[in-house]
């Protein structure tokens, strides 16, 4: 009786990890689904822009690079994770059809530590990309000036440190202009977050995510720094 009352509750426990681990799987995929149809509507909404401002020479550009970025975008959206490599191809693509609909250019800066293996060291998938929109909607286009993105990518012990800067307004100067951008709800950076605690259930060393503002020498808001933290051995549901 003690024996079958042990296999019980080893079946149930059993039964119980699984369910949970298919309420994961799903959870991801839900974000992964929310994730992609977020961005794909912000970038059809820079096709007008790309139309009024640039004319059709800009316009087929405009295109052309939004073509390339659904194909990677549809690509990436049956994996969980994706190469250093990838990813910086990826992003800069990214920012440069941001590029196309922005009055003002927007400078992209990558620095990968020459100890990091582009194509053997992996990222969540999609998850740059957030943070990079967030970056060029409350941050520099709201300066209305130049803008210059930088991502620096290094090792630190077992973890890759990822690190985002820009020189946009800043947070509390993004924050009090919240009512400009009543009809833009965003959702990349809960949605970020959520992903993060679900890639979390499968590392025993935790990704990491924070945001800080930056100041200059005087005092005042001179942009953000995002820092994300992946380990080297990133696990995933496959």
Known sequence: MFYSFLSLESKLLEERCDRNLEVTNLEGRANRAQMNPHFIFNALNG????????????????????????????????????????????????????????????DLEIHVDPKINQNDVYLPCMMLQPIIE?????????????????????????????????????????AAQKEKYTKHKSYATQIMRDRIDIFNYYNQQKLAFSIEDLFDEAGAASGTKATLLVPLELKTRN
């Open 134 to 174: 967030n970056a060029i909607v409350h941050g520099i286009i709201p300066k209305q000036d130049s803008g210059i993105i930088k991502i620096g990518l290094t090792i630190q012990e077992s973890m890759l440190r990822i690190c985002v800067t820009d020189n946009g307004i800043g947070r509390e100067a993004a």
């Open 47 to 106: 096709m007008q822009s790309a139309m009024v401002l640039g004319g059709e020479k800009e316009f087929n550009s405009y295109i052309s690079s939004f073509s390339k970025l659904i194909r990677d975008t549809i690509d990436m959206s049956s994996v969980d994770k994706i190469t250093v490599a990838d990813e910086i191809k990826y992003i800069t693509n990214y920012v440069k059809l941001q590029d196309h609909r922005l009055d003002e250019k927007v």
